[in-house]
Nanobody
Framework: QVQLVESGGGLVQAGGSLRLSCAAS????????VGWFRQGPGKEREFVAA????????SYANFVKGRFTISRENAKNKVYLQMNSLKPEDTAVYYC????????????????????WGQGTQVTVST
C-alpha cells in the first residue's frame, strides 16, 4: 500500500506560480509511475502530467506543456508539480496518483490507470 499526501495548493493571481508536492509513504516510489490529475468545478478529472520514477521519463498534457514541470526527489520519496504562468482555467483540485501497473508505467493518462490517490489540494487562480 502506498499513501499519498498532496500539499502546496492555494490562491494565486493569473501569471503566478505554485509548487505542489506529493509525499509518499508505505513504499518507495522507485518502481512506480506517479501522475498528477486535476478536476475543475463541474468537470471530469483530467490528466496533467506523469513521471516514471525509474529513468525519470515524463509526459504532459498539451495544455500544460511549457508551463508545468513534474519532478521527483528520491531521498524524500516526493514528487513535485511546478506550475508557472498560471491561468484562471487552471483552477481545480489537483490530485497525485501512483501505480505500478503496466498502463501507468507506460505513462497512462487515464485515472483508471492509477491505483493510489491522495486527497487532493485546491488551486485557485484569480484574474
Amino acid at each position: 500500500q502506498v499513501q499519498l499526501v498532496e500539499s502546496g495548493g492555494g490562491l494565486v493571481q493569473a501569471g503566478g506560480s505554485l509548487r505542489l508536492s506529493c509525499a509518499a509513504s508505505g513504499r518507495t516510489l522507485s518502481s512506480y509511475a506517479v501522475g498528477w490529475f486535476r478536476q475543475g468545478p463541474g468537470k471530469e478529472r483530467e490528466f496533467v502530467a506523469a513521471l516514471r520514477w525509474s529513468g525519470g521519463t515524463t509526459s504532459y498534457a498539451n495544455f500544460v506543456k511549457g508551463r508545468f514541470t513534474i519532478s521527483r526527489e528520491n531521498a524524500k520519496n516526493k514528487v513535485y508539480l511546478q506550475m508557472n504562468s498560471l491561468k484562471p482555467e487552471d483552477t481545480a483540485v489537483y490530485y497525485c496518483a501512483g501505480s505500478s501497473t503496466i498502463q501507468a508505467m507506460a505513462m497512462g493518462v487515464r485515472a483508471s490507470d492509477y491505483d493510489y490517490w491522495g486527497q487532493g489540494t485546491q488551486v485557485t487562480v484569480s484574474t
